[in-house]
């Protein structure tokens, strides 16, 4: 049954929240078909619990799915109970009856072993949990829970039926993706996991023919570190230490997810002041990520002049969050139900004394970079995202405003926060979707966020430490933030005040799985740095 | 274009600044989040505040015979800063120099002897 409620804290103000319980199939049908409308969107897919034994009964293995209705501005919590089927398979029978189809030129992987399969399934049986040994893959619906499934099956031995492509991809050191393409000619290329630079480690194998690329894929997961896991039986003050540490490079964003989710779980009013400095915080970390973004793409196309100017600008930047927060990367500055202990008489101060000579030394070299021809030939076709893409892989962030998709935590879930800010949405005038059109996205972000920052500096003056006591010990909880790389998202379990089970979603996340067709699709070996720069992906942000 | 590059590039100078060993050499504000230090010993027996808020067990309290010593290893610090803001005493501080390197990991962890009044 649909019970709606308004969503009772500030971030969802006016908003419904409904909690739907369905059969797994009807479930996954009415993800799917919600996902068919433009306005909806998949915030969190997952297990709620990864293997179950500490949660509540209710919890284990079961399937949850939030949509976002940003029109009818509504969320749907939507939870596939699994029951015990009766004409359940024997393991021995799922074993060795194929599992999925895969697509030609894939090669089958061994799965989970029998025994281990036959094992944590008699324990789940014993302990009296309800099982399912399969659910229908919304993958085959919906390419953007194409990892996700992949990523399920592997922790819980859940198949999900129907899935396309259905590998191993938490395993790196066991498992790497083949080449697919085969013939006089072609040829594979494996790059990474160990890259130049301070790249993360990340493998990805190319399959090209002279120049071109005609297939890559990606493998990552190199830095799965299971923090969802991890947070289990913490209190949600701990687990936040933990979201700040997901990636680096978001660390405000992640912060402000978590924060957002947990007050919703555990009761906690944030007061405005609260919610405006998570949001300055949030624009801070995206000026000095997306002059990041810029510098790497200036050092990808030979703009070496460019790029020593944003890697300072970046450092000027890095230094002024230390000076402002105490962590150059803005640790320790979001907190729980409460403000940042920041001096903010001071932090005005120094941010409105510094930040316009960096923005007028910025905007020089980007003026500079637009009107340089070898700069915008090297970006123009390169690393095309098709809007159809975008759409069906719930691609977020600059890489899919790029494609003239208005997808901004900012303007859709969050406008009442941002409103009053002069926040709009970018998306690309032109649309096209390449290399060139992330960049300018990027380069329209850096003028709004500053006109953020600026514009919600005056109303921190007036720091109190409001603290707000907890008002439920259970619940659950959604958080959304606007990273420098799109929407994240958390999901939050709570029971006597502890982390019963969390779910990450960051932006790259989405992103990741396009990267590949970016990748391929007319580009050249040369291509790469650029699509690799003008991506911006985060590893760690993935990986958690 | 290619002039205008040379010029902007010319323009900015050389741009250096010093490496800081003291944070307060580049940074003015005095609570810069780098690792805690040990001001002093703890004279309070009773309270177990910082080895209970520390999420990495960086601090633990050494009950010895008579008195409780306190040991701190910053190799294990995340920079929290949960020490420095809940000790009823003060004993912990942000340390001064921005950065620390030792040969061994054993050298990251101080110890303080026990309270005044035991
Ligand atoms: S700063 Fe945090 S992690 Fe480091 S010793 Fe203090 S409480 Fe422990
Ligand atoms: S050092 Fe401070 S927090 Fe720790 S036990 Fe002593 S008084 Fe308490």
Known sequence: ?544 | MRAEWLLSGLASGRVTTTYPRQREQELSRRRWNSVPTMNGPCSDTACRECSKVCPTEAITRVEAQRDAALRLDVGACIACGRCVDRCPEGVFSWAEAIDRAEVRKERFISTMEGGADQ
């Open chain 1, 1 to 544: 049954m649909m019970q709606p409620r308004l969503a009772e804290t500030l971030p969802w103000q006016g908003w419904r929240m409904h909690t739907r319980r369905d059969d797994v199939q009807d479930m996954i049908a009415l993800v799917a078909q919600a996902l068919a409308s433009d306005d909806t969107e998949l915030l969190y897919y997952g297990f709620a619990s990864g293997d179950g034994e500490d949660s509540g009964a209710e919890l284990a293995r079961e399937l949850v799915a939030v949509t976002m209705d940003r029109t009818q501005r509504e969320v749907v919590w939507r939870f596939g109970r699994c029951d015990a089927d009766p004409r359940e398979k024997s393991p021995q029978a799922y074993f060795s009856s194929p599992v999925s189809t895969p697509q030609s030129g894939m090669k089958v992987y061994p799965e989970k072993s029998p025994q281990a399969y036959f094992s944590s399934r008699l324990l789940a049986l014993q302990s009296g949990m309800k099982v399912c040994p399969e659910f229908p893959s919304l993958a085959s619906q919906y390419p953007g829970a194409l990892w996700i499934e992949r990523e399920m099956w592997e922790k819980t031995g859940y198949t999900p039926v129907g899935h396309p492509d259905l590998r191993p991809i938490l395993h790196p050191e066991k498992f790497l993706p083949d080449p697919v393409a085969r013939g006089s000619g072609t040829f594979h290329l494996p790059l990474g996991p160990v890259r130049a630079d301070v790249t993360e480690s990340g493998f990805f194998l190319f399959d090209t023919i002279g120049e071109q690329i005609m297939h890559m894929q990606p493998q990552l997961f190199y830095k799965h570190r299971d923090m969802e896991k991890l947070a289990v039986g913490m209190t949600a003050e701990d687990a936040l230490l933990l979201a700040e540490r997901i990636s680096g490079t978001s660390t405000a964003a992640h912060a402000t997810a978590f924060c957002r989710a947990a007050e919703q779980a555990l009761g906690y009013r944030p007061s405005l002041q609260n919610e405006r400095e998570r949001m300055l915080f949030g624009e801070m970390e995206r000026l000095y990520n997306h002059v990041h973004d810029f510098s790497q793409l200036a050092s990808a196309t030979g703009m070496t002049v460019a790029q020593a100017q944003f890697a300072r600008a970046k450092e000027e930047l890095l230094r002024l969050n230390a000076e402002v927060t105490g962590s150059r990367y803005l640790r320790g500055a979001v907190r729980l139900g409460r403000s940042a202990s920041v001096d903010w008489e001071r932090g005005t101060e120094r941010l409105t004394a510094e930040l316009p000579a960096i923005d007028r030394r910025v905007r020089r070299f980007l003026r500079l970079l637009l009107h340089t021809p070898t700069f915008i030939d090297r970006l123009r076709p390169t690393g095309i995202v098709e809007r159809e893409w975008a759409k069906s892989y719930g691609v977020v962030g600059p890489v899919a405003r790029a494609c003239g998709l208005a997808v901004d935590a900012r303007s859709d879930c969050l406008r009442h926060l941002y409103e009053s800010t002069g926040h709009a949405c970018m998306t690309a005038e032109d649309a096209f979707g390449d290399a060139l059109s992330r960049f300018r996205v990027r380069v329209r972000e850096w003028d709004i966020s500053l006109h953020i920052v600026l514009e919600l500096l005056p109303s921190l003056g007036t720091s109190t430490l409001v603290e707000t006591e907890l008002s439920q010990a259970r619940g659950k909880g959604i958080g959304v933030a606007e990273s420098p790389r799109g929407r994240v998202c958390h999901v939050l379990f709570c029971d006597n005040g502890k982390v019963v089970a969390w779910g990450i979603r960051a932006a790259s996340a989405w992103n990741w799985p396009v990267f590949g067709l970016a990748a391929a699709n007319g580009n050249i070996q040369t291509d790469f740095p650029i699509i690799d720069a003008s991506f911006g992906l985060s590893y760690a942000g993935l990986d958690r």
